[in-house]
């Protein structure tokens, strides 16, 4: 340890004459910090990308709170508040490591230990709450987004009605017996459960009839009644234009096509045809332009690589910590320089919350 | 290992005593509140002012404010690059400031370049 030749080479007062850091700083946290600034300059590049091409889009873009606005568990619209949820996390995590650091600047081992558990524990969870993000976001709405009749393209907002049950009208090579009616409880893996398979015949083109008298065939070649319940309040937000339905104003629903328009009509017409997106993938998504979907999945998908980067590295430094690593080395520096990491994560998230939800 | 004694140990100059500590905690906690509020204040615009309202330009701005105050507590504070020497402060924020000012400049004005080209 050459800790004791520190006081005498600072005396000199001299920055940049040599023998000395400029900085005063070790060499590695010095690189830690060079590391972050040229990765947010990859991040940088990618939130201008999708800015560029936001704006070449002119006004057709998704809006943060119609597209992000569903909770686990519960049904409705809750504008946001899933990813507030994780920006929240996120800070708190940050705060974690912080109080961590902290504690290894007065060599308080327990400390450490339990601001890096606790730090973990909270990537842990966001890395989580973006898989099921992730998941709702390529499963999508109950409603999907369709095609209308007049050749505008509109989202749908309101309480999908529940699906009771499909009432065999002609059994195919699996069901059997007319009038028997298809549950979650009897219904063929491969036909998943109600909700499942009506969308899978929607965006097949196997669903026919109106809202009140839908037919559907299965997998199996069953045709069968649908025994749903009516939609509430259904609402189609155009976001492309037709022959007669302009685009709606974000700031004005009255600019929706409402139930008293026609909507509920016109979206059943629009499934019967076929013309309907559930989700996304790298093909379609029923948000907005497929570029959107695209700078969805890769900048979150390389942030939320990045948060797993950071579990991996914290995971290491605290069994080092429990080893008594830093203790014998006089120093937890290396939780300071893996904190900076991870302040680097939220940091990129903050930019990531305003730029993709919010604006 | 080989004992050097012309390497500075610098990673030990961060040693702080009970005392600091107790400061240092208190400023993480305002800090860690006041990113709260903001990060609620932004939700509550968020849903509450629509896109496309008279208020929403003010709002986007508010938005970018926001977040480059959020930032800044980030940076400065958690990362505590504000208690860094100047010269390493500056040599991390200047360039990537610079750069980065010229390149939503040039991305945004190209995207909405691109605009009538593409409709």
């Not at chain 1, 060499?27 to 990618?46: I, P, R």
């Not at chain 1, 009255?254 to 996304?280: P, W």
């Amino acid at each position: 340890m050459a800790g004791h030749a520190s006081k005498e080479m600072k005396a000199n007062k001299v920055d940049w004459g040599g023998k000395t850091s400029p900085f005063s700083v070790s060499y590695g946290k010095l690189m830690m910090w060079f590391f972050l600034v040229s990765d947010a300059l990859t991040f940088g590049g990618f939130l201008v990308a999708f800015g560029l091409t936001r704006y070449s889009y002119g006004g057709a873009w998704p809006i943060g709170e119609e597209t992000f606005d569903a909770l686990p568990f519960l049904t409705g619209s809750y504008p946001l508040a899933y990813v507030a949820l994780m920006t929240f996390i996120l800070i708190i995590s940050s705060v974690t490591i912080v109080l961590g650091v902290e504690a290894g600047h007065r060599m308080d081992r327990k400390g450490v230990t339990k601001w890096l558990l606790a730090t973990i524990v909270g990537g842990l969870v966001f890395v989580g709450s973006q898989a099921w993000e992730w998941s709702h976001f390529i499963h999508g709405t109950n409603f999907g987004r369709v095609e209308l009749s007049d050749g505008s393209v509109a989202t749908a907002k309101g309480e999908f009605g529940k699906i009771h049950d499909f009432e065999i009208v002609r059994p195919g090579s699996h069901y059997e017996g007319v009038g028997t009616k298809i549950t979650n409880d009897n219904i063929t893996a491969e036909d998943g459960d109600l909700m499942h398979a009506f969308q899978h015949a929607a965006a097949k083109r196997k669903l026919s009839g109106t809202a009140g008298a839908m037919m559907i065939t299965l997998h199996d070649g069953t045709v069968a009644k649908v025994n749903k319940e009516a939609d509430k309040d259904l609402q189609l937000i155009v976001k492309v234009p037709g022959n007669d339905y302009a685009v709606s104003s974000a700031a004005d629903e009255s600019t929706r096509i409402h139930e008293a328009d026609g909507s509920v009509d016109l979206y059943y017409e629009a499934l019967s045809k076929g013309n309907v997106v559930y989700g996304a993938n790298l093909h379609e998504n029923e948000y907005g332009p497929q570029t959107y979907g695209h700078f969805f999945f890769f900048v979150t998908g390389f942030h939320g690589f990045h948060v797993s980067i950071g579990i991996i590295l914290m995971i290491i430094v605290f069994i080092n910590v429990l080893k008594g690593t830093y203790e014998k080395r006089g120093h937890y520096e290396m939780v300071e320089k893996v904190g900076l990491y991870w302040h680097f994560v939220d940091l990129v998230w903050v930019f990531v919350f305003t730029f993709f939800y919010l604006i | 290992m080989e004992q050097r004694d012309d390497i500075i140990e610098y990673s030990l100059d961060n040693h702080h005593s009970e005392e600091e500590g107790k400061k240092i905690r208190k400023k993480i906690w305002k800090v860690t509140l006041i990113l709260s509020i903001v990060t609620l204040v932004e939700v509550f615009f968020g849903a509450m002012v629509k896109q496309g309202s008279s208020m929403w330009l003010t709002v986007k701005v508010l938005f970018i404010l926001l977040t480059i105050v959020k930032a800044a507590y980030i940076v400065m504070t958690f990362m505590h690059l504000g208690d860094e020497k100047k010269a390493l402060k500056w040599i991390v924020l200047l360039p990537y400031l610079i750069f980065m000012t010229y390149l939503i400049f040039i991305g945004l004005a190209e995207g909405a370049a691109l605009y009538p080209r593409m409709h």
